[in-house]
């Protein structure tokens, strides 16, 4: 059974531009949630997809958006980036919508210019 | 609103026993969790609690009191590698939402 992958790992964009990261979830996991975590500060929750429909968002604007599909990859995509979008970007996968554990990927390091 | 209140740092010797308190202020609590994360690493699943009580996974242990919204994690026979960052997380349930809220974390650092 492989883990969760993220990609890219590192990634430098500049103000105003736009970011697609991607996640692979575990198979068999329907459920993927996306974090961002700034430096030295807990996971921010963003949303959490299951079965490819966003079941919960935090308080994160509509420039964050996501994708889930039914081979177990999913998006997530910032449009008009800001200079505080930097974090590093952590997606987890679960069995079910509330499930005791979440599995996380390595996550990606995003700057904004 | 939502809120966790957790120690920034704790420091500890190898061989003790260490306690990481978390308090939160929710709406639709459904359980507490608890996760490990190295410098440079991924979160990982420690523990989770939705009924009161202690749960014992091999040298850690959770604790819940959903009257007091209140919970702990219990480190037994400290080792270097235990040495990370801890988050508490409570998992939120509404109507047809979910929603999983993280602590600003405790960063624990255990001494020979």
């Known amino acids: 059974e492989t883990g969760v992958t993220q990609s890219p790992t590192h990634l430098i964009k500049t103000r105003g531009q736009q970011v697609t990261l991607r996640c692979s979830s575990q198979s068999g996991h329907n459920t993927v949630s996306w974090y961002q975590q700034a430096l030295g500060q807990g996971p921010q929750f963003i949303f959490q997809y299951y079965r490819e429909e966003e079941n919960g968002r935090g308080n994160f604007p509509p420039r964050f958006s996501g994708l889930q599909f039914p081979n177990y990859s999913s998006e997530l995509n910032v449009n008009a980036l800001e200079l505080d979008d930097s974090a590093l970007y952590l997606c987890?996968?679960?069995?079910?919508?509330?499930?005791?554990?979440?599995?996380f990927g390595p996550g990606t390091r995003l700057t904004v210019l | 609103g939502q809120s966790l209140e957790q120690p920034s740092e704790v420091t500890a010797v190898e061989g003790a026993i260490v306690q990481i308190n978390c308090t939160y202020q929710?709406?639709?609590?459904?359980?507490l969790s608890w996760y490990q994360q190295h410098d440079g690493g991924a979160p990982t699943f420690l523990s989770y609690?939705?009924?009161?009580g202690l749960e014992e996974t091999g040298r850690f242990s959770s604790f819940l009191s959903r009257s007091d919204s209140y919970g702990y994690l219990l480190l037994q026979e400290l080792q270097m590698k235990d040495s990370a960052s801890y988050f508490c997380?409570?998992?939120?349930?509404?109507?047809?939402?979910?929603?999983?809220?993280f602590g600003s974390g405790t960063r624990l650092l255990v001494r020979p």
């Open positions: 929710t709406s639709g609590f459904y359980g």
């Open positions: 987890a996968s679960a069995l079910a919508i509330v499930d005791n554990e979440q599995f």
């Open positions: 609690n939705a009924l009161d």
């Open positions: 997380a409570v998992s939120l349930r509404g109507d047809s939402s979910y929603k999983l809220i």
